[in-house]
Protein backbone atom coordinates (compact mmCIF):
# COMPACT_ATOMS: atom_id res chain seq x y z
CA UNK A 1 0.00 0.00 0.00
CA UNK A 2 0.87 3.45 -0.60
CA UNK A 3 0.07 6.91 1.01
CA UNK A 4 -1.78 9.58 -0.96
CA UNK A 5 -1.95 13.04 1.26
CA UNK A 6 -3.96 15.92 0.27
CA UNK A 7 -0.41 17.70 -0.29
CA UNK A 8 0.31 14.94 -2.81
CA UNK A 9 -2.74 16.83 -4.83
CA UNK A 10 -2.26 19.97 -4.85
CA UNK A 11 -0.75 20.10 -8.36
CA UNK A 12 -3.34 18.26 -9.87
CA UNK A 13 -5.90 20.16 -8.28
CA UNK A 14 -4.49 22.51 -9.81
CA UNK A 15 -4.57 21.36 -13.11
CA UNK A 16 -7.89 20.00 -12.55
CA UNK A 17 -9.24 23.71 -12.23
CA UNK A 18 -9.36 24.35 -16.04
CA UNK A 19 -11.11 20.61 -16.30
CA UNK A 20 -15.05 20.38 -17.12
CA UNK A 21 -17.30 18.15 -14.56
CA UNK A 22 -17.75 15.97 -17.58
CA UNK A 23 -14.62 15.83 -18.33
CA UNK A 24 -13.71 15.05 -14.37
CA UNK A 25 -16.53 12.83 -14.58
CA UNK A 26 -14.91 10.72 -17.23
CA UNK A 27 -11.29 10.28 -15.69
CA UNK A 28 -12.34 9.32 -12.17
CA UNK A 29 -14.24 6.60 -14.19
CA UNK A 30 -11.39 5.87 -16.28
CA UNK A 31 -9.16 5.93 -13.25
CA UNK A 32 -11.35 3.80 -10.76
CA UNK A 33 -13.19 1.60 -12.76
CA UNK A 34 -15.85 -0.25 -10.53
CA UNK A 35 -14.38 1.58 -7.58
CA UNK A 36 -16.00 4.96 -7.33
CA UNK A 37 -19.39 5.87 -7.11
CA UNK A 38 -21.33 9.08 -7.12
CA UNK A 39 -23.22 10.68 -3.77
CA UNK A 40 -26.47 12.53 -3.44
CA UNK A 41 -28.56 14.03 -1.55
CA UNK A 42 -31.14 15.28 -4.48
CA UNK A 43 -30.50 18.57 -3.90
CA UNK A 44 -30.05 20.16 -7.09
CA UNK A 45 -25.85 20.22 -7.29
CA UNK A 46 -26.25 16.25 -7.00
CA UNK A 47 -29.09 15.93 -9.00
CA UNK A 48 -26.61 17.62 -12.06
CA UNK A 49 -24.46 15.19 -11.21
CA UNK A 50 -26.86 12.38 -11.87
CA UNK A 51 -28.12 14.39 -15.14
CA UNK A 52 -24.39 14.10 -16.30
CA UNK A 53 -23.93 10.56 -15.43
CA UNK A 54 -27.10 9.47 -17.29
CA UNK A 55 -26.33 12.14 -20.27
CA UNK A 56 -22.37 11.39 -20.90
CA UNK A 57 -23.11 8.45 -20.20
CA UNK A 58 -21.10 7.52 -17.42
CA UNK A 59 -22.46 4.45 -15.93
CA UNK A 60 -21.48 5.11 -11.93
CA UNK A 61 -23.80 3.63 -8.90
CA UNK A 62 -25.11 6.79 -6.77
CA UNK A 63 -24.90 6.36 -3.15
CA UNK A 64 -27.87 7.82 -1.05
CA UNK A 65 -28.59 8.22 2.89
CA UNK A 66 -32.31 8.34 3.83
CA UNK A 67 -31.81 9.22 7.46
CA UNK A 68 -35.14 8.48 8.29
CA UNK A 69 -36.30 11.57 8.58
CA UNK A 70 -36.08 13.41 5.12
CA UNK A 71 -39.29 14.99 3.54
CA UNK A 72 -41.01 12.54 1.14
CA UNK A 73 -40.28 15.10 -1.83
CA UNK A 74 -36.84 14.18 -1.14
CA UNK A 75 -37.51 10.19 -1.25
CA UNK A 76 -39.86 11.15 -4.78
CA UNK A 77 -37.29 13.03 -6.19
CA UNK A 78 -34.51 9.99 -5.33
CA UNK A 79 -37.37 7.65 -7.27
CA UNK A 80 -37.83 10.02 -10.18
CA UNK A 81 -34.05 9.90 -10.46
CA UNK A 82 -33.67 5.89 -10.58
CA UNK A 83 -36.79 6.24 -13.16
CA UNK A 84 -35.83 8.90 -16.05
CA UNK A 85 -32.05 8.65 -16.03
CA UNK A 86 -32.13 4.55 -15.04
CA UNK A 87 -29.73 4.92 -12.17
CA UNK A 88 -28.81 2.71 -10.02
CA UNK A 89 -29.37 4.47 -6.38
CA UNK A 90 -27.89 2.53 -3.08
CA UNK A 91 -30.15 3.67 -0.46
CA UNK A 92 -28.20 3.46 3.06
CA UNK A 93 -29.85 3.66 6.43
CA UNK A 94 -29.33 4.20 10.05
CA UNK A 95 -29.23 1.49 12.62
CA UNK A 96 -31.99 3.07 14.68
CA UNK A 97 -35.00 4.58 13.56
CA UNK A 98 -35.57 8.28 15.09
CA UNK A 99 -37.99 6.86 17.37
CA UNK A 100 -35.64 4.50 18.67
CA UNK A 101 -32.95 6.73 19.08
CA UNK A 102 -35.34 9.56 20.45
CA UNK A 103 -35.81 6.41 23.21
CA UNK A 104 -32.49 6.41 23.96
CA UNK A 105 -30.95 9.36 23.76
CA UNK A 106 -33.83 12.23 23.92
CA UNK A 107 -34.57 14.38 21.09
CA UNK A 108 -31.07 15.52 19.93
CA UNK A 109 -30.95 17.89 17.05
CA UNK A 110 -31.94 20.67 19.39
CA UNK A 111 -28.42 21.64 20.62
CA UNK A 112 -25.24 21.59 19.19
CA UNK A 113 -23.39 18.56 21.14
CA UNK A 114 -26.93 16.92 20.21
CA UNK A 115 -26.88 17.48 16.43
CA UNK A 116 -23.36 16.05 16.31
CA UNK A 117 -24.37 12.79 17.45
CA UNK A 118 -27.62 12.63 15.59
CA UNK A 119 -25.85 13.72 12.46
CA UNK A 120 -22.71 11.16 13.48
CA UNK A 121 -25.74 8.42 13.81
CA UNK A 122 -28.01 9.30 11.62
CA UNK A 123 -25.41 10.11 8.64
CA UNK A 124 -22.40 9.78 8.66
CA UNK A 125 -22.40 6.27 10.16
CA UNK A 126 -24.54 4.79 8.03
CA UNK A 127 -21.83 5.79 5.08
CA UNK A 128 -19.37 4.13 6.82
CA UNK A 129 -21.28 0.76 4.89
CA UNK A 130 -19.46 1.89 1.95
CA UNK A 131 -15.38 1.89 3.34
CA UNK A 132 -13.88 -0.67 1.47
CA UNK A 133 -15.94 -0.88 -1.39
CA UNK A 134 -14.86 2.25 -3.23
CA UNK A 135 -11.70 4.27 -3.68
CA UNK A 136 -12.97 7.26 -4.93
CA UNK A 137 -16.65 9.29 -4.09
CA UNK A 138 -17.84 11.70 -6.27
CA UNK A 139 -19.64 14.70 -4.40
CA UNK A 140 -21.26 18.07 -5.45
CA UNK A 141 -19.91 20.57 -3.40
CA UNK A 142 -19.40 23.79 -5.10
CA UNK A 143 -17.37 26.78 -3.56
CA UNK A 144 -19.71 29.27 -5.25
CA UNK A 145 -21.93 27.90 -1.56
CA UNK A 146 -19.94 30.05 0.70
CA UNK A 147 -18.97 29.18 3.61
CA UNK A 148 -16.20 26.39 4.37
CA UNK A 149 -17.33 25.05 1.08
CA UNK A 150 -15.73 28.32 -0.74
CA UNK A 151 -12.54 27.08 -0.79
CA UNK A 152 -13.16 22.91 -1.30
CA UNK A 153 -10.95 21.18 -3.74
CA UNK A 154 -11.87 18.96 -6.27
CA UNK A 155 -9.82 16.41 -5.12
CA UNK A 156 -10.05 15.63 -1.19
CA UNK A 157 -9.09 12.50 1.19
CA UNK A 158 -11.39 11.49 3.15
CA UNK A 159 -9.42 9.73 5.88
CA UNK A 160 -12.63 8.16 7.37
CA UNK A 161 -13.46 6.08 4.03
CA UNK A 162 -10.05 5.78 3.16
CA UNK A 163 -11.10 7.37 -0.47
CA UNK A 164 -10.65 10.10 -2.53
CA UNK A 165 -13.92 12.87 -2.55
CA UNK A 166 -14.30 14.38 -5.60
CA UNK A 167 -16.50 17.40 -6.38
CA UNK A 168 -16.52 18.02 -10.41
CA UNK A 169 -19.06 21.04 -9.30
CA UNK A 170 -16.26 22.69 -7.57
CA UNK A 171 -15.52 25.41 -10.15
CA UNK A 172 -19.44 25.62 -11.32
CA UNK A 173 -20.95 29.45 -10.44
CA UNK A 174 -24.34 29.55 -9.70
CA UNK A 175 -24.92 31.12 -13.16
CA UNK A 176 -23.68 27.81 -14.73
CA UNK A 177 -25.37 25.37 -12.76
CA UNK A 178 -28.95 27.53 -13.22
CA UNK A 179 -28.18 27.80 -17.16
CA UNK A 180 -27.32 23.58 -17.13
CA UNK A 181 -30.63 22.45 -15.22
CA UNK A 182 -32.59 24.62 -17.30
CA UNK A 183 -30.99 23.83 -20.76
CA UNK A 184 -31.04 19.59 -19.60
CA UNK A 185 -34.41 20.24 -17.67
CA UNK A 186 -32.87 18.48 -14.67
CA UNK A 187 -35.12 16.72 -12.49
CA UNK A 188 -35.55 18.65 -9.14
CA UNK A 189 -36.65 18.63 -5.81
CA UNK A 190 -39.68 20.58 -5.40
CA UNK A 191 -38.66 21.97 -2.30
CA UNK A 192 -36.37 23.91 -4.07
CA UNK A 193 -39.56 26.17 -6.12
CA UNK A 194 -40.69 26.46 -2.45
CA UNK A 195 -37.99 28.56 -0.81
CA UNK A 196 -36.03 25.46 0.31
CA UNK A 197 -32.06 26.60 -1.11
CA UNK A 198 -30.08 23.39 0.68
CA UNK A 199 -32.40 20.59 1.89
CA UNK A 200 -31.74 18.28 4.27
CA UNK A 201 -33.63 16.24 7.47
CA UNK A 202 -37.56 17.24 7.80
CA UNK A 203 -36.72 17.99 11.75
CA UNK A 204 -33.68 20.50 11.25
CA UNK A 205 -34.55 22.36 7.21
CA UNK A 206 -36.62 25.60 6.77
CA UNK A 207 -36.90 27.92 4.07
CA UNK A 208 -34.92 30.76 3.41
CA UNK A 209 -36.51 34.50 3.10
CA UNK A 210 -35.27 36.45 -0.03
CA UNK A 211 -31.54 38.34 1.14
CA UNK A 212 -30.67 35.31 3.64
CA UNK A 213 -28.04 32.96 3.14
CA UNK A 214 -27.92 29.68 1.61
CA UNK A 215 -27.92 27.78 4.43
CA UNK A 216 -29.56 29.74 6.84
CA UNK A 217 -32.30 27.14 6.39
CA UNK A 218 -30.24 24.43 7.78
CA UNK A 219 -29.98 24.08 11.77
CA UNK A 220 -31.75 27.50 12.17
CA UNK A 221 -32.52 27.22 15.68
CA UNK A 222 -28.84 26.46 16.10
CA UNK A 223 -27.47 29.26 14.61
CA UNK A 224 -25.41 31.35 13.54
CA UNK A 225 -25.90 29.38 9.83
CA UNK A 226 -22.55 27.96 10.57
CA UNK A 227 -23.54 24.22 11.10
CA UNK A 228 -22.70 21.02 8.87
CA UNK A 229 -23.59 17.86 9.55
CA UNK A 230 -19.83 16.34 8.56
CA UNK A 231 -20.89 13.59 5.94
CA UNK A 232 -18.10 15.99 3.74
CA UNK A 233 -14.72 16.21 5.30
CA UNK A 234 -13.43 18.98 4.06
CA UNK A 235 -16.87 20.83 5.56
CA UNK A 236 -15.12 20.05 8.88
CA UNK A 237 -11.61 20.61 9.10
CA UNK A 238 -10.57 22.10 5.71
CA UNK A 239 -6.94 22.95 7.00
CA UNK A 240 -5.78 19.47 7.71
CA UNK A 241 -3.63 17.87 5.30
CA UNK A 242 -4.39 14.20 5.58
CA UNK A 243 -3.82 10.96 3.88
CA UNK A 244 -5.15 7.50 2.58
CA UNK A 245 -3.67 4.36 1.97
CA UNK A 246 -3.96 2.94 -1.82
CA UNK A 247 -2.35 0.47 -3.87
CA UNK A 248 0.50 1.80 -5.59
CA UNK A 249 -0.22 1.47 -9.06
CA UNK A 250 -3.20 2.90 -7.88
CA UNK A 251 -1.25 6.19 -6.77
CA UNK A 252 0.33 6.51 -9.53
CA UNK A 253 -2.93 6.59 -11.89
CA UNK A 254 -4.40 9.30 -9.86
CA UNK A 255 -1.25 11.08 -9.58
CA UNK A 256 -0.74 10.50 -13.75
CA UNK A 257 2.77 9.08 -12.46
CA UNK A 258 5.07 7.33 -15.77
CA UNK A 259 4.64 3.70 -14.37
CA UNK A 260 7.33 1.47 -15.28
CA UNK A 261 5.90 -2.43 -15.99
CA UNK A 262 9.15 -3.87 -16.73
CA UNK A 263 10.83 -5.95 -14.07
S1 LIG B 1 -29.95 17.02 10.20
FE1 LIG B 1 -30.98 17.05 12.20
S2 LIG B 1 -32.33 15.24 12.25
FE2 LIG B 1 -30.93 15.01 10.52
S3 LIG B 1 -29.28 13.77 11.28
FE3 LIG B 1 -28.61 15.90 11.56
S4 LIG B 1 -29.33 16.56 13.61
FE4 LIG B 1 -30.36 14.62 13.09
Same mark, same amino acid.
Given at each position: MARLTQADLVALNRAFDDRTPQELLLWAQEIFGDRVAAMSSMQESGNVICHMLYSIPVKLPVVFV?? @?? /??QETLDTRDQLMRHYGLSIHTLTPAMTMVEQTEKY @?? /???TADGQKQCCEMRKSEPLDAVKGQYDALIGSLRRADGGRRGICPILAIDTRLNCLRINP????TDEQLEAYIRENSVILNPLHKQGYSTIGCNRCTTPVVPGEPKRAGRWRHLGPWSVYCGINPTDLDPERSPAADFPQDLVDRILCRETDFMI
Open positions: DT @GV /LF @GI /LYLLANF
